[in-house]
């Protein structure tokens, strides 16, 4: 149900592809070997329920605005992709991330069509729910959960169209379409993600996203009554927690689960780039060598890096915003560089290793010394001269994607002392001078919604408190109980032990 090139022109901007392939100063880009990866650019988008108005078109093919503007995002995402390749920079994934989906995804469409029965299967309103045999009532500006599947699925079938694997739905704002419709996102296709918007001391926010997580931590198994495209692989041992978040302050952040697009009235289409660079992180640290010289050390190794990345960027702005007419203009921002240290699994690519290289920092991550090194890296990579920074620029602590983390998470079942064990605590208290927050930690199966309502409001608390994004995305594992050792199957993943709670 993709959209034609003929009906996306209004949409997609002009047909010609801006390509770059010199830099400001004219000088041609070379392939040389780059310090790190790009994980991701994100193009941000903005959806809005009369998207999904289907259109009969000239050739008599139906698609819908939807498509169009996933067709534009495609288009900026391939043509960046191709440029910073061309540069030397691999690029290992390409994502789209919308408005909150409250905003659209269970709105009704508006349109001329007042008799039910002319309206197609998009576009139809209900003022009931049946799932799983529960009928419930649903808002009067609301649609039904068999509308809202469809739609889901009319948006999976455009990005298989567009080879796009990633697309965060955005973040629920309503404790309802957290516990119903975000599993339902998250289990429709492996591409989908989505969070719950978590302000401080909102107590009914944090519950509906902790029953949530233990939601979606169930949906692998066959009697689960999610309808799913596909095979569940994607879900199999509390996998599906890997697409879901609960989010606190984060606004434009390039990486998922937790991105999300500004609702722009203007409908322009921004979007912004995500880094993976565990190994640079070990070499700028290495040379630092103690945490009075991380800022200068960032100050220049980074900038000599990120400049060449955000001239491409810039460079594609003014391209294509230059070349569009009155009639078919689109605009296209850019929103920055997310600045955050990320790590890999490749040798070498643990953040928490190359923060263990620092003088000041005692022994094992975590121990004394590393929220000094935690504050002193935040502090440079928000500050980086004349870089546009987005997102959490941030020192990024995922248990499950950072070797070394998932080593002392190991190390910490045998821990003799409480001095010796890594902890949702000592990582919560990282995170209150950095980022990103509770991230891919493992734990029990049987901790209790409240119990895991009042670490996500620890962890709002935190955001509200200085202002800063933070997140919490925990993996209550099927069976599981502390100190177990997991048995994820991911090529994203590593594994640890299952930490108490």
């Given at each position: 149900?993709?959209?034609?090139?003929?009906s996306t022109e209004s949409l997609a901007g002009s047909t010609a592809t801006p390509t770059?392939?010199?830099?400001?100063?004219?000088?041609?880009?070379?392939?040389?070997?780059?310090?790190?990866?790009?994980?991701?650019?994100?193009?941000?988008?903005?959806?809005?329920?009369?998207?999904?108005?289907?259109?009969?078109?000239?050739?008599?093919?139906?698609?819908?605005?939807?498509?169009?503007?996933?067709?534009?995002?495609?288009?900026?995402?391939?043509?960046?992709?191709?440029?910073?390749?061309?540069?030397?920079?691999?690029?290992?994934?390409?994502?789209?991330?919308?408005?909150?989906?409250?905003?659209?995804?269970?709105?009704?469409?508006?349109?001329?069509?007042e008799d039910e029965d002319e309206k197609t299967p998009l576009q139809k309103k209900s003022k009931t729910n049946t799932n799983n045999g529960t009928t419930t009532t649903?808002?009067?500006?609301?649609?039904?959960?068999?509308?809202?599947?469809?739609?889901?699925?009319?948006?999976?079938?455009?990005?298989?169209?567009?080879?796009?694997?990633?697309?965060?739905?955005?973040?629920?704002?309503?404790?309802?379409?957290?516990?119903?419709?975000?599993?339902?996102?998250?289990?429709?296709?492996?591409?989908?993600?989505?969070?719950?918007?978590?302000?401080?001391?909102?107590?009914?926010?944090?519950?509906?996203?902790?029953?949530?997580?233990?939601?979606?931590?169930?949906?692998?198994?066959?009697?689960?009554?999610?309808?799913?495209?596909?095979?569940?692989?994607?879900?199999?041992?509390?996998?599906?927690?890997?697409?879901?978040?609960?989010?606190?302050?984060?606004?434009?952040?390039?990486?998922?689960?937790?991105?999300?697009?500004?609702?722009?009235?203007?409908?322009?289409?921004?979007?912004?780039?995500?880094?993976?660079?565990?190994?640079?992180?070990?070499?700028?640290?290495?040379?630092?060598?103690?945490?009075?010289?991380?800022?200068?050390?960032?100050?220049?190794?980074?900038?000599?890096?990120?400049?060449?990345?955000?001239?491409?960027?810039?460079?594609?702005?003014?391209?294509?915003?230059?070349?569009?007419?009155?009639?078919?203009?689109?605009?296209?921002?850019?929103?920055?560089?997310?600045?955050?240290?990320?790590?890999?699994?490749?040798?070498?690519?643990?953040?928490?290793?190359?923060?263990?290289?620092?003088?000041?920092?005692?022994?094992?991550?975590?121990?004394?010394?590393?929220?000094?090194?935690?504050?002193?890296?935040?502090?440079?990579?928000?500050?980086?001269?004349?870089?546009?920074?987005?997102?959490?620029?941030?020192?990024?602590?995922?248990?499950?994607?950072?070797?070394?983390?998932?080593?002392?998470?190991?190390?910490?079942?045998?821990?003799?002392?409480?001095?010796?064990?890594?902890?949702?605590?000592?990582?919560?208290?990282?995170?209150?001078?950095?980022?990103?927050?509770?991230?891919?930690?493992?734990?029990?199966?049987?901790?209790?919604?409240?119990?895991?309502?009042?670490?996500?409001?620890?962890?709002?608390?935190?955001?509200?408190?200085?202002?800063?994004?933070?997140?919490?995305?925990?993996?209550?594992?099927?069976?599981?109980?502390?100190?177990?050792?997991?048995?994820?199957?991911?090529?994203?993943?590593?594994?640890?032990?299952?930490?108490?709670?």
């Open positions: 149900m993709s959209a034609p090139a003929s770059i392939d010199s830099s400001l100063d004219g000088t041609p880009h070379t392939n040389k070997q780059r310090p790190f990866r790009i994980r991701t650019i994100t193009a941000f988008v903005t959806l809005h329920a009369n998207d999904f108005y289907c259109h009969n078109l000239p050739d008599d093919k139906t698609s819908t605005f939807a498509a169009a503007k996933i067709d534009k995002c495609n288009t900026l995402l391939r043509t960046l992709e191709k440029n910073l390749t061309g540069a030397g920079y691999e690029v290992q994934t390409v994502r789209v991330a919308t408005n909150p989906f409250g905003e659209w995804l269970t709105r009704c469409i508006e349109n001329d069509a649903m808002a009067s500006n609301e649609i039904s959960m068999d509308v809202i599947q469809q739609r889901i699925n009319h948006l999976d079938t455009v990005l298989n169209e567009k080879d796009i694997h990633f697309c965060s739905l955005g973040p629920s704002r309503d404790p309802q379409h957290t516990t119903q419709i975000c599993p339902t996102i998250v289990a429709t296709s492996g591409k989908f993600s989505c969070s719950a918007n978590i302000d401080a001391g909102d107590i009914d926010a944090a519950r509906a996203a902790a029953k949530c997580m233990h939601k979606i931590s169930t949906l692998g198994d066959d009697n689960s009554n999610e309808k799913v495209r596909g095979d569940r692989s994607h879900l199999a041992g509390g996998l599906g927690n890997f697409r879901f978040c609960a989010a606190s302050c984060v606004e434009t952040v390039p990486f998922f689960p937790g991105a999300k697009a500004p609702s722009n009235p203007d409908h322009s289409i921004s979007f912004a780039i995500g880094l993976e660079n565990g190994g640079f992180a070990c070499e700028l640290l290495g040379e630092a060598k103690k945490i009075r010289n991380i800022k200068n050390t960032f100050d220049t190794k980074m900038k000599e890096q990120l400049v060449p990345i955000q001239d491409i960027c810039l460079d594609y702005v003014n391209a294509t915003n230059n070349i569009s007419t009155a009639a078919d203009y689109y605009p296209i921002k850019y929103l920055g560089i997310d600045t955050s240290l990320n790590p890999s699994l490749d040798e070498g690519g643990s953040v928490a290793d190359a923060i263990e290289s620092l003088e000041e920092v005692r022994g094992d991550f975590g121990g004394t010394g590393s929220m000094a090194a935690a504050a002193a890296i935040t502090t440079s990579l928000q500050s980086i001269p004349e870089i546009l920074t987005t997102g959490y620029s941030g020192l990024m602590l995922p248990v499950l994607e950072d070797r070394r983390l998932s080593e002392l998470g190991m190390a910490s079942s045998t821990g003799d002392s409480a001095k010796d064990r890594l902890t949702i605590q000592k990582l919560l208290c990282i995170s209150s001078v950095c980022g990103v927050g509770i991230d891919t930690v493992p734990i029990p199966s049987n901790v209790s919604e409240e119990s895991l309502s009042s670490l996500i409001l620890d962890v709002a608390a935190l955001a509200g408190r200085w202002n800063k994004p933070l997140s919490c995305r925990v993996f209550p594992v099927p069976g599981g109980k502390a100190g177990e050792e997991t048995t994820f199957d991911s090529p994203y993943m590593c594994n640890s032990c299952i930490f108490d709670l």
